[in-house]
């Protein structure tokens, strides 16, 4: 049984988050059939239970369907939905790549924003057809016409018979797939060349073993194909191929140029199958591998603890389990005396650390204490000699360090114009240099810095959001290393030196940090039998200080009429409630002081 | 401040002293017990109160009072093991219900228990002012009644109806006067301090309104904000009205004057919120933290018997269907062990000002204290939280203050069993 190439349809859905892409691709499957109304869970796509719940799409996702369209003939839509956040941006462009058109969804009230452009241009560099849907038309504040405008002043593409639809309540939704048909291209390719496929996602399966998610884009792959990953060069023989239901794999005989399947090979390992690498014969292989390649590296790290020191092989295993399934995870062990044994992760960026963080606890059900996140500095030593340091507890003394060299992006803040100077002024709090402004239109302009990373890691997010009552968007690009005036600040609890709250910060903010830190652990750390000076260090000058007074009372006057065992419960609550806390000295510090630190939001 | 001299005895120690002129003669062979009966009707609730207990009709309390003799006759098997020495009618609002209905659950009681001399029990009944007359006054009495527990709370009208009290104080003080003209000379009256606003000076006066009236027992509790009630809505953690609550400084302040004034007055702290004229400290409370056994009677009462702890069905129509068979009330049993034991002994000995005794744990446990919390007591002698006074171990003035903390020490782990 072959496929008719002219009948495939590759596309993906690209969209400024809370566009409305996960639920037009919801109203797809929907009007496509494969599901009854009664088995959409609302957005289908996002099948792991944290991307469903934060609104936000993790892993790529793809689902082939049957769409009958009004020439009488049936059409294979395959839709590949893209991860929607800055950190998976890389995984995003391979996912664009395996595709010939890509639903460029505007909020009919927002219009265009900062990632809408992003995406698009993405989209337009691997040159995708362009096909724009403007949703939301049933909100009140709803204006397709001026949107209709913008996309055509913007980013320059037709856009008058865009579909104006309501993905929320299925309105217009037959326009839109009838646009598919008539608009994307038909996949290329000739299926009896040597065998080149784009992998654009893998997952782990215990059954399975690693199962690769890919694009043919010349040959054809089936059961038995000696196959090889041309970066990793693992190679395996192909045990099946099949295609993408709803949320299941249904096996097929074979794979050809032009259509989007998975692989499962008896590989124990998605770090053999590399998102962007291609699978090729190691019989017959092509000549060259599918450009755009690159490993992508961890550019974010922190210290992870099981909050119950026992737990220690636990967390390893789950890391272990949560690598498979993501080649972006690193993890080595490391010891902090504060905390006792964990491991130093690295990241794609802030989200990533927040997911892996919320699957541990989730999945694997481990209290996981993080300490606070950092970037890799360049620490250029006396000797000549460079460390990528990752972890501030190993930065060398002073006396050994010539200069140090932080990282920096370019990043590009979409912002309506009244909230330009508090925009501004963040991005010079953050140490940012300014490199210009566009005005996009009359309200609303795109700024442009360099900014260090570690700048932006904590919460600049956050405050972007609140200082620009959400309005603003912000993209960012690795720009490489710059030198920088970088000291270590440590905070002392109680005279004595807590490893894990140490970090690395720019002279110029480390007393500001420095103070903010002392009075966010003043609210975190409870009273004890004693006074607790809190200071904020560089080297032995102490540049911070305040103070946790002594407890005056911990009394339970009530007699409960003889319920002797609500009392023993308090007392055990408050017994396990110490447990938790992690010992320092002869002080006892709350879990989540380790992690309030992360977050000092000031405005 | 603390007793160089126990001044305080609960009752299980008392009988180990055949010498005590106070002891009556009783059989050896039989164990001590404390009784409590529970009347979970107000006439309406507080908004503080987190008590089993509601308002009721007539019928529901007849029901109730019956239920509650069955069960009262299903123990005839258990009394014959038992020296019945206290009885506390707790509440609830006890005095709520009619006189009748008391007078007839203590003559059930005397009955089934073989209770003989029933002046020589410490007999309690807790009473809400505004709900006493002269006439049920006299008609405790005549039941056995002799001593009276009368929640006043605040002496203050603006606070009592903050806290949703039904009476005022003037109220009260005419319940309280009739009460020592029908004969009742061991009263002991509840007050509540570090209520929303409240000023150190408003709880001093307060206090001092209380003491003017001399009774033989003052319960002085700070507020508890509980989970469920109206104040927490109000008061609760990050609620909008949380900042009322007077601070942990004012709180402390208050406790402390509360000692120094009562002291004054002739009152000794003899547990962490009990004062008390000498010789009328609270037998049948004593006798929780002395780990003697007790049998609650009633909606959701407590118990520990042998060496279980129980309570009884919460639901007062399951309560009132299923008490024929008086097993099958109970709920959440829970057999101590032997680690069990050792801890309740230390952390409800320790709530009494004059501690805990180490020769009396090696009887009980067989075992010397040093063996089993040997490394904590150095600990907590070492921040001064605990002190020993030859045999005895009790808590400092800052351990008062920080007594949850050390009771909490000495919860053993697990894995030691």
Not at chain 1, 375 to 386: A, L, Q
Not at chain 1, 564 to 574: F, M, T, V, W
Request: include cysteine.
């Amino acid at each position: 049984m072959s496929i008719d190439q002219s009948k495939i349809r590759n596309f993906c859905i690209i969209a400024h988050i809370d566009h409305g892409k996960s639920t037009l691709a919801d109203r797809i499957i929907e009007k496509t059939g494969l599901l009854t109304s009664r088995e959409m869970q609302a957005q289908v796509l996002d099948n792991m239970e944290l991307e469903r719940e934060r609104g936000i799409t993790i892993k790529a996702q793809t689902v082939r369907i049957v769409y009958k369209a009004n020439d009488g003939e049936e059409y294979i839509f395959n839709l590949i939905d893209t991860p929607g956040h800055v950190d998976f941006n890389y995984e995003v462009s391979r996912s664009l790549a395996a595709c010939e058109g890509a639903v460029l969804i505007v909020d009919a009230a927002q219009g265009i924003e900062a990632q809408t452009l992003a995406n698009c241009y993405l989209a337009i560099d691997h040159n995708l057809e362009i096909m724009p849907v403007i949703n939301k038309i049933d909100l009140p504040s709803a204006d397709p016409d001026r949107v209709i405008n913008e996309i055509e002043d913007i980013i320059g593409i037709e856009a008058q018979d865009a579909p104006r639809i309501s993905a929320k309540m299925g309105l217009n939704i037959e326009e839109v797939l009838e646009q598919i048909v008539s608009k994307i291209p038909a996949p290329k390719g000739d299926k009896n060349a040597s065998l080149q496929a784009l992998i654009f996602d893998s997952l782990y399966d215990s059954y399975k073993g690693v199962i690769i998610f890919c694009r043919v884009m010349e040959g054809t792959v089936k059961r038995g194909t000696p196959i090889q990953m041309m970066a990793t060069k693992a190679k395996a023989e192909v045990v099946e191929v099949g295609i993408f239901g709803a949320g299941q794999f249904i096996p097929c005989d074979e794979l050809s140029a032009g259509m989007v399947g998975y692989i499962t090979a008896s590989l124990k390992n998605v770090k053999d199958t590399r998102v962007g690498d291609t699978v090729t014969s190691s019989e017959n292989p092509c000549k060259e591998p599918l450009p755009g390649y690159k490993k992508v590296n961890p550019m974010v790290y922190c210290g992870m603890y099981p909050a119950d020191g026992a737990k220690y092989p636990d967390l390893r295993d789950a890391l272990e389990k949560l690598q498979l399934n993501d080649a972006a995870l690193q993890f080595e062990a490391e010891t902090s005396i504060a905390l006792g044994f964990g491991f130093r992760c690295g990241f794609l960026g802030l989200l990533h650390l927040e997911i892996i963080q919320e699957r541990l606890e989730r999945e694997y059900n481990l209290d996981i204490v993080t300490t606070a996140p950092g970037v890799i500095y360049k620490v250029y030593k006396t000797d000549n000699s460079v460390i990528e340091l990752t972890n501030p507890s190993n930065l060398p003394d002073p006396s050994e360090i010539a200069y140090m060299e932080e990282p920096m992006v370019s990043a590009e803040i979409m912002v309506t114009t009244e909230f330009v100077g508090p925009i501004m002024q963040l991005c010079q709090e953050r140490r940012g240099v300014y490199l210009g402004m566009e005005y996009m239109e009359e309200t609303r302009a795109l700024l442009k810095y360099d900014l260090p990373l570690n700048e932006i890691i904590y919460d600049f997010f956050d405050a972007l959001k609140s200082r620009s009552k959400g309005y603003a968007s912000f993209d960012y690009e690795m720009k490489g290393y710059e030198r920088s005036e970088l000291v270590k600040l440590d905070i002392l609890i109680n005279k004595e030196e807590v490893d894990a709250l140490s970090f690395i910060v720019h002279a110029e903010t480390a007393y500001e940090r420095g103070r903010k830190m002392c009075e966010k652990l003043k609210d975190e750390i409870p009273r004890q039998l004693f006074e607790i000076p809190i200071q904020a260090a560089i080297g032995s000058k102490v540049i911070a200080r305040e103070t946790v007074k002594a407890m005056r009372k911990d009394v339970l006057a009530k007699c409960y009429g003889g319920d002797i065992s609500r009392k023993r419960k308090l007392l055990e609550k408050q017994k396990e409630g110490k447990k938790r806390m992690r010992q320092v000295g002869n002080v006892e510090i709350p879990q989540k002081a380790f992690m309030s630190v992360l977050k000092l939001d000031d405005k | 401040m603390i007793n160089k001299e126990p001044a305080v005895k609960g009752i299980s120690e008392l009988s180990y002293e055949k010498s005590n002129p106070r002891m009556v003669e009783h059989d050896r062979t039989k164990k001590d017990l404390g009784i409590y009966i529970h009347i979970p009707f107000c006439e309406r609730k507080c908004n503080y109160c987190d008590f089993l207990s509601a308002p009721a009709d007539d019928t529901v309390k007849e029901k109730y009072v019956s239920a509650l003799r069955n069960e009262i006759r299903s123990y005839q098997g258990l009394a014959n093991q038992y020296n019945v020495r206290t009885i506390y009618i707790g509440g609830g609002t006890p005095s709520s219900i009619h006189e009748d209905y008391i007078t007839s659950i203590l003559s059930d009681l005397y009955h089934i228990f073989e209770i003989k001399k029933k002046e020589e029990l410490e007999i309690t009944i807790e009473a809400n002012p505004g709900t006493l007359t002269k006439h049920k006054l006299l008609s405790y009495k005549d039941a056995g009644i002799n001593r009276l527990s009368i929640g006043l709370q605040s002496a203050n009208n603006e606070e009592l109806k903050l806290l949703g009290r039904i009476h005022t104080f003037e109220e009260f003080v005419a319940n309280y006067n009739l009460a020592r003209k029908v004969g009742f000379d061991n009263i002991n009256i509840d007050v509540i301090s570090s209520l929303p606003n409240q000023t150190e000076q408003a709880y001093l006066d307060s206090l001092m309104k209380v003491v003017a009236l001399n009774p033989e027992h003052i319960s002085s509790y700070s507020l508890i904000i509980e989970e469920g009630t109206l104040f927490e809505k109000f008061y609760g953690e990050g609620s909008e009205h949380s900042k009322e609550l007077p601070s942990e400084d004012v709180d402390r302040t208050i406790y402390e004057d509360t000692k120094t004034v009562l002291k004054e007055y002739g009152y000794e702290r003899y547990e962490i919120s009990n004062y008390a004229k000498v010789g009328f400290e609270s037998k049948h409370n004593s006798s929780y933290w002395t780990r003697t056994e007790y049998l609650g009677i009633g909606l959701g009462a407590s118990s520990l018997i042998g060496d279980a702890r129980y309570h009884n069905e919460n639901n007062l129509n399951q309560y009132i269907d299923c008490v024929s068979n008086q097993e099958s009330l109970r709920r959440e049993e829970e057999k101590l062990s032997g680690n069990n034991q050792m801890e309740e002994f230390m952390f409800l000995g320790l709530r009494m000002c004059r501690g805990i005794s180490k020769k009396r744990f090696c009887e009980v446990f067989e075992k010397d204290i040093q063996e089993v919390y040997g490394s904590i007591l150095t600990k907590l002698l070492d921040e001064k939280l605990i002190m020993e006074q030859e045999d005895y171990i009790c808590l400092t003035e800052r351990g008062l203050d920080l007594s949850n903390y050390v009771f909490s020490e000495f919860l053993l782990d697990e894995e030691s069993e």
